[in-house]
């Protein structure tokens, strides 16, 4: 008897593996309300997904750059130094799908598009703010402490 080999938890599977039993919902019940209790730490709870996108680098910059305002790809990309356009792309199209951006196209020829935050996404954006604010005033302290444990100093 060939027995299926068990993913340790928290491991990647390929596209129609068989999903871990925990993931599978008894008989009559919804699959989206699987971990839908927003219990990040369990690990097939979707808003994990949704804290990996948000709090990638790219993320969190794009979505606190539309704080101000709508803005058009170009003036996105010239806000977020390094950021290429494909990375840009492809981080819209999910903060969009997720719902905490908007996409909106102007029947322009050629099409204006542009991208505002979502209610969703101008809730999130001020604790963003806060977290980018408080790297910003803690910056020299962080690398003051990288310093002293490169060079395996005690901190002062």
């Known amino acids: 008897?060939?027995?299926?080999?068990?993913?340790?938890?928290?491991?990647?599977?390929s596209p129609g593996a068989l999903a871990?039993?925990?993931?599978?919902?008894?008989?009559?019940?919804?699959?989206?309300?699987?971990?839908?209790?927003?219990?990040?730490?369990?690990?097939d709870c979707p808003g994990r997904?949704?804290?990996?996108?948000?709090?990638?680098?790219w993320g969190v910059l794009i979505l606190a750059s539309l704080r101000a305002g709508p803005l058009r790809f170009y003036e996105l990309?010239?806000?977020i130094g390094?950021?290429?356009e494909k990375m840009l792309s492809?981080?819209?199209?999910?903060?969009?799908?997720?719902g905490l951006v908007d996409r909106d196209v102007e029947p322009t020829v050629p099409p204006k598009v542009s991208y505002a935050l979502t209610s969703l996404g101008r809730e999130l954006s001020d604790p963003l703010q806060s977290l980018i604010d408080w790297?910003?005033?803690r910056t020299p302290q962080i690398v003051a402490a990288q310093r002293c444990h490169d060079l395996g100093t005690p901190e002062s």
Do not use: C, K
Not at 1 to 13: D, E, H, K, S
Not at 49 to 57: E, F
Not at 90 to 98: E, T
């Open 1 to 13: 008897m060939n027995a299926v080999p068990t993913p340790r938890p928290g491991a990647l599977q």
């Open 20 to 43: 871990p039993p925990e993931a599978v919902p008894p008989p009559g019940v919804a699959p989206s309300s699987v971990a839908a209790d927003g219990d990040a730490f369990r690990g």
């Open 49 to 57: 997904t949704v804290l990996d996108h948000v709090t990638s680098r």
């Open 77 to 79: 990309r010239d806000r």
């Open 82 to 84: 390094g950021i290429s």
């Open 90 to 98: 492809q981080n819209l199209r999910v903060l969009v799908r997720d």
């Open 135 to 137: 790297i910003a005033t």
